[in-house]
């Protein structure tokens, strides 16, 4: 490609909209343009990067005997209004994130954000027996989510381009024995793209199912904290994330004393004025659900983890869609005092929903029910009632480790992948069976498997940058060389650059060939900006210094080779 016939061009400034390094340098180099919030157009450059991507994708899914297909995008709302276990909807799980719109006739419609009903359907049809068994059902195609906050450049979007697998088996053998194939598969892409990553036990929010792990790339732009393990390597999203709890020193209980605490709604507050740590405190979370008041309770050096939460609800079979934060109106009616409600004599209509934290130690100061007062020596279970008792505290930085005592570390990432066991979550939902080998019906057992590629990229370019510009790796990049002419007026440079362009075409090395009429500079700094893999220069001055010149993108030193060699010394150099 000739740099002049380009359907693009750079920026010397970031656009005041990039909030985030992948937004800004894909912008700048001209690969991507935005249209509007979470919604962008791919240039010509961005659109070679995605197909490398998914040239590596679709190598590795079928590699391990996925098969290919391309499900409806528009799709009936009803296939989504199917209730699952709890009379729970996906079209009420995703709620508004779920784009809906109406056909000519009337009838209700979705753009699927992601396609686990239509693959059961389509498997219902055509797997029939445990001969048909096991299967790899892939696709790469465009989804769409209504996200309440698209940001960070391509990272979380509105519409995006997406691979999604889905493996059936026959038995729980046969589903872990799929799962650690896509595993190792996702490994190898993220291995060729370039990435630094962790595997994190991760939780499987709307898709459901019953175990998940998730690819995380770590870098600073991330929007995830995962914690990981430095003596054994367990490592979770904070969302999952198990941790011991540590225990204070002995003490007697003692009697229960209440204490005038003016102006004391915060934890820190509350210690800082009765100088003691804040693990002496209980931090008391009121939350709405199903019309019912939750008093969430965790020691007060921890914060509530309302994803944990939720799932402790959903044990108790409270539906969880319309979890909330209590509103002061809610708290009135319950009579609770924002900011000193704690648990002690709380009736039966609050569910009081206590973290482990709380029964490792004694004499707590807990909030006295009433403004400005809190109550000293609070102690389970003479003073108060719990519920339920269930890990809901967020796991931290410096953390124990739950499996072996270790310490836990926190890094920011970006979810690249996720992978699921479904079990029989939407074969039951559909009815989609299978003759077994003694003719007896079984759910079909399924896992399915996320990819975002535009998220991917976003990802690579997070990792792979510097102070100049992008830095592609080779796997992935656009074009492997670029070929800079310069006084391509000389007719000597000219005819050495065009036939140095034709001969890297032939041996089928990608080359972006900049035959522009622009000065020196301009080229180098749109060069380094771009970030292919190698930098070829001919000019005047590398004729004249016997050929020309070659610099890897994240080399200090360049080299001078003979023109004669020069498509040989570029393929050593690329390989």
């Known amino acids: 490609m000739r740099y002049s016939q380009l359907f693009s061009s750079t920026?010397?400034?970031?656009?005041?909209?990039?909030?985030?390094?992948?937004?800004?340098?894909?912008?700048?180099?001209?690969?991507?343009?935005q249209l509007t919030s979470g919604i962008y157009n791919l240039l010509p450059l961005g659109e070679r990067v995605m197909r490398r991507l998914t040239e590596i994708i679709r190598d590795e899914i079928e590699m391990i005997g996925g098969q290919e297909v391309s499900m409806a995008s528009l799709q009936p709302r009803d296939i989504w209004e199917a209730k699952q276990t709890g009379g729970v909807s996906r079209a009420e799980l995703y709620g508004p994130v779920l784009?809906?719109?109406?056909?000519?006739?009337?009838?209700?419609?979705?753009?699927?954000p992601t396609h686990e009903?239509?693959?059961?359907?389509?498997?219902?049809?055509?797997?029939?027996?445990?001969?048909?068994?096991?299967?790899?059902?892939?696709?790469?195609?465009?989804?769409?989510?209504?996200?309440?906050?698209?940001?960070?450049?391509?990272?979380?979007?509105?519409?995006?381009?997406?691979?999604?697998?889905y493996s059936f088996d026959a038995d729980e053998a046969g589903l872990s024995a799929s799962f650690e194939r896509v595993r190792g598969a996702y490994c190898r892409i993220f291995d060729r793209c370039g990435l630094n990553y962790i595997v994190v036990e991760a939780d499987s929010g709307a898709i459901g199912g019953k175990e998940s792990l998730e690819f995380i790339a770590l870098t600073e732009a991330g929007e995830d904290v995962v914690l990981r393990c430095e003596d054994c390597g367990y490592a979770a999203n904070v969302e999952k994330a198990e941790f011991q709890r540590s225990a204070q020193e002995h003490e007697d209980k003692l009697a229960l004393e209440e204490v005038y605490t003016p102006a004391c709604k915060?934890?820190?507050?509350?210690?800082?004025?009765?100088?003691?740590?804040?693990?002496?405190?209980?931090?008391?979370?009121?939350?709405?659900?199903?019309?019912?008041?939750?008093?969430?309770?965790?020691?007060?050096?921890?914060?509530?983890?309302?994803?944990?939460?939720?799932?402790?609800?959903?044990?108790?079979?409270?539906?969880?869609?319309?979890?909330?934060?209590?509103t002061a109106e809610e708290l009135e009616q319950a009579g609770i005092v924002a900011g000193y409600?704690?648990?002690?004599g709380q009736g039966d209509a609050i569910l009081v929903i206590a973290d482990y934290s709380l029964n490792r130690d004694r004499n707590f100061v807990a909030g006295a029910n009433r403004a400005e007062y809190h109550t000293r020596n609070v102690n389970y279970p003479r003073d108060f009632r719990v519920d339920v008792w269930d890990d809901i505290a967020s796991a931290y930085d410096g953390a124990s480790?739950?499996?072996?005592?270790?310490?836990?570390?926190?890094?920011?990432?970006?979810?690249?992948?996720?992978?699921?066991?479904?079990?029989?979550?939407?074969?039951?939902?559909?009815?989609?069976?299978?003759?077994?080998?003694e003719g007896q019906t079984r759910p079909l057992i399924m896992a399915c498997y996320g990819l975002g590629?535009?998220?991917?990229?976003?990802?690579?370019?997070?990792?792979?940058?510097?102070?100049?510009?992008?830095?592609?790796?080779?796997?992935?990049?656009?074009?492997?060389?670029?070929?800079?002419?310069?006084?391509?007026?000389?007719?000597?440079?000219?005819?050495?650059?065009?036939?140095?362009?034709?001969?890297?075409?032939?041996?089928?090395?990608?080359?972006?060939?900049?035959?522009?009429?622009?000065?020196?500079?301009?080229?180098?700094?749109?060069?380094?900006?771009?970030?292919?893999?190698?930098?070829?220069?001919?000019s005047k001055r590398s004729l004249k210094q016997g050929?020309?010149?070659?610099?890897?993108?994240a080399d200090q030193e360049s080299c001078i080779v003979p023109l004669s060699e020069a498509v040989y010394k570029i393929r050593e150099a690329l390989e």
Not at 406 to 426: D, M, P, Q, S, W
């Open 99 to 112: 784009f809906s719109l109406r056909d000519r006739r009337e009838r209700d419609m979705v753009l699927a």
């Open 341 to 344: 409600a704690s648990p002690l």
């Open 266 to 326: 915060s934890i820190s507050d509350l210690a800082t004025f009765l100088g003691i740590p804040e693990a002496r405190t209980m931090k008391v979370v009121c939350y709405s659900v199903e019309l019912r008041l939750i008093m969430a309770v965790v020691r007060g050096d921890l914060e509530i983890n309302e994803i944990k939460l939720a799932h402790t609800l959903s044990k108790v079979g409270l539906n969880t869609i319309d979890l909330h934060l209590a």
């Open 11 to 33: 920026l010397r400034e970031a656009p005041r909209e990039a909030e985030s390094m992948n937004l800004e340098l894909l912008t700048r180099a001209g690969f991507v343009r």
């Open 401 to 437: 480790c739950a499996r072996c005592g270790g310490t836990l570390h926190a890094f920011r990432g970006v979810e690249l992948g996720h992978i699921f066991k479904l079990g029989t979550v939407y074969s039951n939902l559909f009815d989609a069976t299978f003759l077994d080998a």
């Open 547 to 553: 050929g020309v010149e070659i610099k890897g993108r």
């Open 453 to 538: 590629v535009p998220r991917l990229l976003a990802c690579i370019v997070e990792q792979h940058h510097d102070e100049r510009g992008l830095r592609w790796p080779q796997a992935v990049a656009p074009y492997a060389v670029s070929l800079l002419g310069l006084d391509l007026e000389r007719a000597e440079v000219g005819e050495a650059a065009e036939r140095l362009y034709a001969e890297l075409r032939d041996v089928g090395i990608a080359v972006l060939f900049d035959d522009r009429r622009e000065s020196a500079g301009v080229k180098f700094n749109d060069s380094d900006l771009l970030g292919f893999p190698l930098r070829v220069v001919v």
């Open 117 to 165: 009903e239509m693959v059961t359907l389509l498997a219902k049809e055509f797997i029939h027996s445990y001969r048909d068994l096991p299967r790899l059902i892939f696709q790469i195609q465009r989804k769409f989510r209504d996200e309440p906050r698209p940001r960070g450049g391509l990272l979380r979007l509105r519409e995006f381009v997406m691979k999604d697998l």
